[in-house]
């Protein structure tokens, strides 16, 4: 027969005690594995405060349990419910979140040290003009995200031709925000931010998005207490560590009011 070392102490307050120990190993874990079920994981990183609350506005809203976290140099962090990561990271990408970040022209050119050829410069000069293009149209309302590309051709001899220059816009845009306006306004947002360019050489392609549909809003009832379904796991999360608790603190006062009577008892004798 197995003897365990509780076993082997003689019959009192110390295998008592050998008990009350082996009881409390088991709770903490039982108590270990309630709180990993509802533990949340990593979503997005390194996010700024404005951008972390607009992300986590759109999580709740469509019913998905996520919290942020600051950290260190005030960066964000998105955390979210292990078994809605996949539900989450659909979501934000339907709605074209987070957004795209765009350089400026006082990224591009920061002062590096390198000697650079005029052409370089050029090249540098106009993809930074891109950059603040896309990022001025992506800032009009219903405009999920935008690339702007500008063809700005350089004369290689002061007696070449200029060509003028041209724009191409591809805008991804909430269906119910295109209107007959939004292809103006950006034509001539991007004209007006491009040197010697004519408004009809501006191209605007505009793709329509659909909003993720919002999730049916399902009720159920347990323990006599009207819930979200997705609530339900959360209460049984909350009730488990109740119970836990309970027994724990049961056995415990348990422990010492047998202690104290045997105690109390040999003292009497």
């Known amino acids: 027969m197995r003897r365990t070392l509780c076993t082997l102490l003689p019959v009192g307050a110390g295998r008592m005690r050998c008990r009350a120990v082996r009881l409390r190993g088991i709770l903490l ?3 270990l594995c309630v709180l990993l079920s509802g533990c949340k994981v990593p979503l997005y990183s390194g996010l700024g405060e404005q951008e972390a609350n607009e992300m986590l506005g759109k999580l709740l809203e469509y019913n998905i349990d996520a919290t942020k976290q600051t950290g260190e140099a005030n960066q964000v962090t998105l955390l979210v419910d292990e078994a809605q990561f996949g539900q989450a990271v659909d979501l934000l990408q339907k709605l074209g979140l987070p957004r795209p970040h765009y350089e400026t022209i ?24 891109s950059q603040e293009l896309s990022s001025m149209v992506s800032s009009i309302p219903g405009v999920i995200s935008a690339e702007v590309r500008v063809a700005n051709p350089r004369k290689e001899t002061p007696f070449d031709e200029a060509q003028p220059p041209s724009a191409s816009v591809l805008a991804l845009v909430k269906r119910d925000a295109i ?9 001539q947002l991007v004209a007006y931010g491009i040197e010697n360019i004519e408004y009809d050489r501006v191209g605007v392609v505009v793709s329509p998005v659909d909003p993720p549909a919002r999730p049916a809003v399902e009720l159920v009832t347990f323990g006599g207490v009207v819930m979200q379904r997705g609530s339900v796991t959360r ?14 603190l049961g056995a415990a006062g348990g422990f010492v009011a047998e202690n104290y009577l045997k105690t109390r008892g040999k003292k009497a004798a």
């Open 29 to 31: 874990s039982c108590l």
């Open 106 to 129: 006082g990224k591009v050119f920061t002062g590096d040290g390198l000697v650079t050829s005029p052409m370089q410069e050029w090249a540098r000069f106009n993809f930074a003009l």
């Open 179 to 187: 209107t007959a306006e939004l292809v103006p306004q950006i034509k």
């Open 235 to 248: 209460a049984l999360f909350l009730l488990g560590a109740i119970a836990l608790l309970g027994v724990a």
